[in-house]
């Protein structure tokens, strides 16, 4: 059976943290810190959700002078359809049935 795009659990991570505050611009480190992700995994998920539609992304200039801009992202209306759709899914799935049909 093929897998379904954006349910891995890294994504489900991703865009649970990031409904959280659907409506703030986030970055990345704050969402690796709060995901556990690993910048290697978190940027190209990043990327491919922006890509698709499900993410806004910024340039943000920096508060102090001497630091680089930074890229932030939040959330679209169909980001946030989604997250609440793979809520839903968690929540009334069996336990362990997600991560096996994520696998």
């Given at each position: 059976?093929?897998r379904l795009p954006n349910r ?64 932030a992202y939040r959330l679209t ?27």
């Open positions: 059976m093929p891995s659990r890294q994504t489900r991570s991703l865009l649970e943290a990031m409904a959280e505050r659907p409506l703030a611009w986030q970055h990345g480190y704050g969402l690796s810190k709060r995901t556990g992700l690993k910048s290697g995994t978190l940027y190209p998920l990043l990327i491919r959700l922006c890509d698709q539609g499900l993410l806004d992304s910024q340039w943000e200039e920096p508060d102090r002078p001497g630091t680089p801009p930074r890229h209306p169909p980001g946030l359809a989604l997250s609440a759709e793979l809520a839903a899914a968690i929540a009334r799935a069996p336990f362990g049935q997600i991560a096996e049909e994520t696998a």
